[in-house]
């Protein structure tokens, strides 16, 4: 027998994984790339007769993929114990190319092209929602995908490379944004009152206004049409095979990326913790559940997208004169810590990162609050948001996706991980929606003090609460919470 059958195939295993990955790679790319595209798609609209694109209609328009977010997570539990992960994130592949095709030319060869109109506006968030359909889908599958076919002792660093490319799809659409927009000028837009705004450089933003958001949303066909085609390619997961009594498929697999002979032991494990392909639930007690909905609920309550959505605006209103340049340089951080937590998850294990992670993200937190305003502390008012940033990128952002993936029992994997994460894009817009009018009303001291405080009541719900998962199998999940009933 082969080296390579014997103790199975790292290569293979590691083609799998990126090819998967790539399902987080345009999460992050969908997600932002209305960052660029935003002012342009704001001009366009506002030039419709039959309707007033109001501030509101607006902050609905760059906001609407989130409701096709939380629907992809609501139904990703239920396609993926019924169509398999490998079909749903085919699926979800489909659904982020039909939503850049869309959005890139929503008039969809019926309506006249370039003429905005409510009917337009409609059609076009309609696309977004799609979108946001397949980034929910993969937000919980692709995680559970990887979790479900790597082996346990680096089952939290092949995890953590969703959520490093998720942070490098961002990074990747903010320079296709602005090479797209090139020499062009984005539109400068001015507020009349009662949320309605007139356009100051509409000439010399022509361009951007009636053709530059279309390259940019388009741009994303490229990806998604790739990730759909590749994932054809990758196998079922050896945990949904079992499930179905696809056993033999199951092991073969298993060896390939294992070795024959621990296929067997880990077959019969899984076959053990399997006696029914789905249970209610509650079978394991509320207190699985409660842990993994807050781990998905403090991963957005503590304020990260409040950076990433608006990081321009932030920088901004701290008094810097070229913000964009300041976001493009936070990416890169990010960026950077994210590897910290792929290099490091399985020598220091889940809670500690997630705990040091929170405590800085507080310090981060409470420095902005402090220092917001005062033109004098700028330069620390900038490093204690940095400061926040880079924590999360090495704790919350990825360790909380490594645990939805991994601390659920086998028979309620799927529906556990869709309520996690249909609460995580809940929470998401509630942060995203809510940021802008606190900091306006109440103060940028106010919002950072609260996210701090929120930091802090994280790292003791995960002191007192989480388990640890390191090192154990994903079968050992079912003994652990069985124990806690």
Known sequence: MSTENTQGSRSYLFGIVLVAV?????FGYDT??????????????MGATDFSYTDFWHGFTSSSALIGC?????????????????????????????SAWGSMCPETMVLAKGEPNLTLFIVFNIYRVIGGVGVGLASAVCPMYIGEIAPSNIRGMLVSWNQFAIIFGQLVVYFVNFFILGDHVAPAIESIGNG??????????????????????????????????????????????????????????????????????????????????????????????????????????VGINAVLYFAPRIYGA????????????????????????????????????????????????????????NESLNLYCMISLMVYSASFMFSWGPICWVLIAEVFPNTIRGGAVAIAVAFQWIFNWIVSTSFVPMANSLGYWFVYGMYGIICVIAAVFVW?????TKGKTLEDMTALWKNKK
């Open 318 to 373: 701290m008094g810097f004169e070229n913000p964009m340049v300041l976001t493009v340089f936070n990416g890169i951080v990010n960026l950077a810590f994210t590897c910290i937590a792929i290099f490091t998850v399985e020598k220091l294990g889940r809670k500690p990162l997630l705990i040091v992670g929170s405590l800085g993200m507080a310090l981060g937190a409470f420095g902005v609050a402090m220092t917001f305003g």
């Open 22 to 26: 790539l399902g987080g790679l345009l």
């Open 70 to 98: 939380i629907i992809g997570a609501a139904i990703s539990g239920m396609l993926a114990s019924n169509w398999g992960r490998k079909k749903s994130l085919i699926f979800a592949g489909v659904m982020f190319f039909i």
């Open 32 to 45: 932002a790339v209305i960052s660029g595209a935003e002012k342009g798609l704001q001009a366009f609209f």
């Open 196 to 301: 309605l705004n007139q356009i100051l450089n509409g000439a010399d933003a022509e361009w951007a206004i009636a053709e530059g958001w279309r390259y940019m949303f388009g741009s994303e066909m490229v990806p998604a049409g790739l990730f759909a085609l590749l994932i054809c390619f990758v196998p079922e997961t050896p945990r949904y095979l079992a499930s179905v009594g696809q056993d033999a498929e199951a092991e073969g697999i298993l060896a390939r990326i294992n070795g024959a002979g621990k296929a067997k032991e880990i077959l019969k494990e899984i076959k053990e913790t399997m006696t029914v392909k789905t249970e209610p639930l509650m079978t394991y007690g509320l207190l699985c559940i409660f842990v993994g909905i807050m781990l998905s609920v403090f991963q957005q309550a």
């Open 464 to 468: 007192r609460l989480v388990p640890e």
